[in-house]
């Protein structure tokens, strides 16, 4: 198994309905307050089950919603179909769409899956589709130096805020014997030094700049502005 077919399969990495619901809140509501105008176009790339999608599109005049698992696009499709203020892409329409027609492209918790070669590919790929106004958001981004006691610590903060600390403690237990942790012992998740990425940005033509705050409950990851040159 690779990570793609993990993230296209059943998993169980949110520990109960409570936590699922309330990463997805605090997902939304980080990427709403990014966003510049109501009269924003915004992509978010790798979104996931993005349930709490509405919030940030009601700050935005349209939201495209892509994430390259099969399954995951059906499942948007069906949550989201009637909302006309949220499209769900499929890799060729986000291909086809109109260049520099963006105002934000978010790449949440991305791209520690993909290769360095495959985020290259997508600094190309979102530089071509914002306007020269827009930004790239690409947050989550694993530091060369992060532990796994940074991310246990992070985890159980929210799980306490959250009231769902007794089950993340169980779900921990669980995730030691899980596929997730399998996949991420056998093939790993990309890191980056802060140095480095910001090398790539400006190698794919873009003045980035590391933000104080990350998206979502992980305060340990990075998060990047990036705006094209
Ligand atoms: C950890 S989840 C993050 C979901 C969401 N962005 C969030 O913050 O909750 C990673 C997502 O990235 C998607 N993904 C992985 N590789 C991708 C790629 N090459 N292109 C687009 N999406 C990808 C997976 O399908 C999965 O839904």
Not at 11 to 27: A, F, G, K, P, W
Request: include cysteine; hydrophobic fraction near 45%; proline fraction near 2%.
């Amino acid at each position: 198994m690779n990570w793609r077919e993990f993230w296209n399969g059943t998993h169980s990495i949110y520990v109960n309905e409570r936590h699922r619901t309330l990463h997805y809140d605090r997902i939304a509501k980080d990427i709403a307050a990014l966003i510049p105008s109501a009269d924003a176009c915004v992509v978010d790339y790798g979104c996931g089950e993005a349930e709490s999608a509405e919030l940030v599109a009601r700050r935005c005049a349209m939201l495209y919603l892509y994430d390259s698992a099969p399954n995951v696009q059906a499942r948007l499709r069906l949550r989201f179909g009637r909302n006309d203020r949220i499209v769900v892409l499929s890799t060729e329409a986000l291909e086809a769409m109109t260049d520099h027609s963006l105002d934000v492209f978010v790449a949440n918790s991305v791209i520690q899956y993909l290769t360095h070669k495959e985020f290259e590919a997508l600094l190309d790929l979102a530089r071509r589709k914002l306007k020269t106004t827009g930004m790239l958001v690409v947050a989550d981004v694993i530091p060369e130096t992060a532990n796994f006691i940074d991310d246990t610590r992070a985890l159980l903060g929210f799980a306490t805020r959250g009231g769902f600390l007794l089950t993340a403690l169980t779900g921990l237990a669980a995730t030691m014997f899980s596929e997730y942790r399998k996949l991420r012992h056998e093939i790993g998740l990309t890191r980056y030094a802060e140095e480095d990425i910001e090398t790539l940005f400006a190698a794919h033509l873009y003045r980035a700049e590391r933000s104080s705050t990350n998206i979502g409950h992980n305060q340990s990851r990075m998060m990047f502005v990036a705006r094209p040159l």
